[in-house]
């Protein structure tokens, strides 16, 4: 069987999708609608689906990240929920009734507001649309006879939609009156030059392959090779493979087929965990190799998740924002890792979309990182060229809440372990290079000397020669066989994801807080004496696409790998289990809070409840009760935070005011049923401050007890 070689790259849909879904304009982003034939009105009838970015406390969500998320910080990894940070900085409470009922009386049905409380989503007919954002939308077909419908008003194309005066101060914008697909097979290529003679990064295939015969036949690097390679055979060797972690996998370009997963992991001796698909509003996607070679090095890096969770979507816009907070809208199925291949360059985005729009995106990204949730993204295959033949990097590695990781190429001896690394870099390359958007973040100031966020972080295999093993069966794999080999930083984000998820395990089993933004971590450990051992530096090599004597252009100049931190492939490869290791001696443990009532307690004539908190390490603590009289509203009593300077317990009093003393004995006179409901709270110190209601600097809290009043 011939080997087939296939190159994935991370200029595509997923998150290039995001970024136009918060504004891009099309014109500039996509090209103008005089590129489609215009085939007449929108049926009015014709649902859309609408995403509107919500007036939020976006720079009150970034302080909150950067406290968790900051080493030497009392409040780092003290990680909120969800819930709670939805409610502490999402749109107000005002905003977000003020738009649902707005919309709903307009015409939108299923509207509501997504998990990060940034987001309103809604589904819309044409005809309530073109009424509510005053513009017509007409139907086209594109030169690949796509049909899509689109605003017909060119300046609604470039500007965005007129919000209605009812919004205004409420929304940013709206996303989903262009339903056109954000991108094309043919945007979707590697960058290649042709060069007199170019440096290659192209190593020998090496080391001692296992697997089945049809799998070996490829040539290309197996799973025993690669986990070998970066070191997770020890944790691997002792059962860690990734039980009780759940992996999110965002997939934007095809979908797969289950077949296939277990047709790669039967070949070499892999168990599959629970798969599950969630899909926005889509039919099944056929199987393409993207979302195939993401979930296959999942596997192959950590057979016994909990589950691998896949986000599809269809590649218009508004379904496009929609699946990147997804998995944080998914009660039940809240990921500890995130992973995502895809990227947009920022000379690209600097000149299309406006700062409000990115800011609606970073918060939604620094809600992930205060959760504790890890977002790894590949940082790009076309090398330090992005855009037009000029340096930069792609969004949004280059976010500071996201793990870039860039691609290497490696050398194997005959235990598989590595010899020789370099920076991948030939008919792609490993994305790096400095951020136009983002200053430099506070963990790479002892890294990086320019004032600008660089990318990547860390990298791991991505060269696609001779490449990873694929079992991809489908039409849409657009290989000649079904096993073939892959590559890209799109192959480098998982295969870290499913390595980071044992790290996770391990943390759990050692009662400490999970990875979360790991970047922290990762440069504290790089300008650390255990750097060496962490990581595989990469000293060799550059990720320049321009070479001497190219008749395309000349050399960009970045980037060049050297010792320690660089912008070709960060810190180098990881090395798992060594990184485990470090991870769970730094970070710091679990807080377990618990609450517990003592009995015979006389309420209505002590004026007061008593609680008992206790608390497994030094934390700031409390107690809350809701008190329910009969059927009417119940109020709030909490305490004020008790600071603990160590594991222990403390009784506290909730005491009532005169006011409520009243309303309870007069429940009591009218036999109405008096009952409160009591959660034990871990308050966050950073937050909490002198005369603030103390509900809203609650960072976790227990299941409530319940008690009756007679």
């Known amino acids: 069987m011939s080997a087939v070689r296939w190159t994935l790259v991370t200029a595509g849909v997923a998150l290039t999708s995001i970024m136009l879904a918060v504004g891009v304009p099309r014109a500039a982003a996509r090209g103008s609608l005089a590129q489609a034939a215009e085939v007449g009105p929108a049926a009015p009838s014709q649902p859309l689906q609408l995403v509107l970015p919500l007036i939020a406390d976006d720079a009150g969500m970034e302080r909150a990240a950067l406290a968790v998320t900051t080493l030497g910080s009392p409040d780092y990894a003290r990680y909120e929920s969800l819930s709670q940070l939805q409610r502490r900085f999402g749109a107000s409470a005002s905003t977000r009734s003020r738009v649902v009922r707005y919309l709903r009386?307009?015409?939108?049905?299923?509207?509501?507001?997504?998990?990060?409380?940034?987001?309103?989503?809604?589904?819309?007919?044409?005809?309530?649309?073109?009424?509510?954002?005053?513009?017509?939308?007409?139907?086209?077909?594109?030169?690949?006879?796509?049909?899509?419908?689109?605003?017909?008003?060119?300046?609604?194309?470039?500007?965005g939609a007129r919000v209605p005066a009812a919004l205004r101060g409420l929304v940013v914008?709206?996303?989903?009156?262009?339903?056109?697909?954000?991108?094309?097979?043919?945007?979707?290529?590697?960058?290649?030059?042709?060069?007199?003679?170019?440096?290659?990064?192209?190593?020998?295939?090496?080391g001692m392959p296992s697997g089945c015969a049809a799998g070996l036949a490829v040539g290309a690097y197996t799973p025993i090779q690669y986990l070998t390679a970066f070191d997770f055979g020890p944790l691997r060797g002792a059962g860690v493979d990734g039980q009780g972690v759940r992996v999110a996998l965002i997939e934007g370009d095809g979908g797969f087929d289950a077949g296939d997963v277990h047709t790669f992991a039967q070949c070499f001796g892999l168990s599959v965990p629970p798969i599950e698909t969630f899909r926005n509003g889509v039919a099944p996607p056929p199987a393409a190799l993207e979302a195939t070679l993401d979930l296959e090095l999942v596997d192959a890096t950590a057979p016994a998740l909990k589950e691998i969770d896949v986000y599809e979507s269809s590649d218009d816009e508004a379904s496009a924002l929609e699946s990147m907070t997804a998995p944080l809208d998914n009660v039940g199925h809240q990921p500890q890792i995130v992973s995502d291949?895809?990227?947009?360059?920022?000379?690209?985005?600097?000149?299309?979309?406006?700062?409000?729009?990115?800011?609606?995106?970073?918060?939604?990204?620094?809600?992930?990182?205060?959760?504790?949730?890890?977002?790894?993204?590949?940082?790009?295959?076309?090398?330090?060229?992005?855009?037009?033949?000029?340096?930069?990097?792609?969004?949004?590695?280059?976010?500071?809440?996201?793990?870039?990781?860039?691609?290497?190429s490696f050398e194997l001896n005959g235990a598989n372990q590595i010899t020789d690394q370099v920076v991948w870099n030939d008919d792609g390359g490993s994305g790096g290079g400095l951020s136009e958007l983002f200053n430099r973040p506070n963990y790479q100031d002892g890294a990086e000397p320019a004032d600008h966020r660089a990318v990547p972080d860390v990298s791991m295999l991505a060269d696609e020669d001779p490449g990873i093993t694929v079992y991809c069966s489908g039409v849409d794999c657009e290989l000649s066989t079904p096993w073939g080999a892959a590559g890209g930083t799109s192959a480098a984000a998982p295969m870290l994801a499913g390595g980071f998820a044992l790290v996770d395990q391990q943390l759990a089993a050692a009662g400490r807080e999970p990875l979360g933004l790991v970047n922290p971590l990762l440069y504290a450990l790089g300008e650390s004496g255990s750097a060496a051992s962490?990581?595989?530096?990469?000293?060799?090599?550059?990720?320049?696409?321009?070479?001497?004597?190219?008749?395309?252009?000349?050399?960009?100049?970045?980037?060049?790998?050297?010792?320690?931190?660089?912008?070709?492939?960060?810190?180098?490869?990881?090395?798992?289990?060594t990184f485990a290791r470090a991870a769970v001696a730094d970070q710091p443990p679990i807080v377990h809070i618990s609450l517990s009532l003592p009995t015979h307690q006389r309420v209505i004539a002590s004026g007061a409840i008593k609680a008992t908190v206790s608390c497994s390490s030094a934390c700031e603590l409390g107690a809350i009760a809701q008190v329910y009289v009969g059927r009417a509203r119940p109020f709030e009593l909490p305490t004020k935070p008790f600071d603990l300077a160590a594991a222990g317990q403390r009784t506290l009093a909730l005491r009532f005011s005169r006011a409520q003393l009243g309303r309870l004995r007069s429940g009591r006179e009218h036999r109405k049923r008096i009952t409160v409901s009591i959660s034990g709270v871990l308050f966050d110190p950073a937050v909490y401050s002198v005369g603030q209601d103390p509900s809203e600097s609650i960072q976790a809290q227990t299941h409530p007890k319940r008690l009756k009043i007679s």
């Open 534 to 577: 962490v990581f595989d530096d990469v000293t060799t090599g550059n990720d320049d696409p321009f070479y001497p004597g190219d008749p395309n252009g000349a050399p960009l100049g970045c980037c060049t790998a050297g010792v320690g931190y660089d912008d070709a492939t960060g810190w180098g490869s990881v090395n798992i289990a």
């Open 105 to 159: 009386d307009h015409g939108a049905t299923v509207v509501k507001i997504d998990a990060t409380g940034l987001f309103a989503d809604a589904t819309i007919s044409v005809a309530a649309a073109e009424r509510l954002f005053g513009t017509e939308l007409d139907r086209f077909r594109a030169h690949d006879g796509t049909r899509f419908v689109a605003p017909s008003d060119a300046s609604v194309a470039t500007v």
């Open 173 to 206: 914008g709206v996303v989903g009156l262009d339903t056109r697909p954000l991108a094309s097979p043919a945007t979707a290529q590697p960058v290649a030059h042709a060069a007199t003679a170019p440096p290659s990064s192209e190593l020998p295939y090496s």
């Open 341 to 408: 291949s895809s990227g947009l360059c920022e000379a690209q985005l600097v000149r299309a979309i406006s700062r409000a729009d990115l800011d609606a995106v970073e918060a939604a990204l620094a809600e992930t990182s205060a959760a504790g949730i890890t977002y790894l993204t590949g940082s790009g295959d076309s090398g330090s060229e992005c855009g037009a033949d000029e340096p930069g990097a792609e969004y949004p590695a280059s976010s500071p809440w996201v793990t870039g990781v860039g691609g290497t």
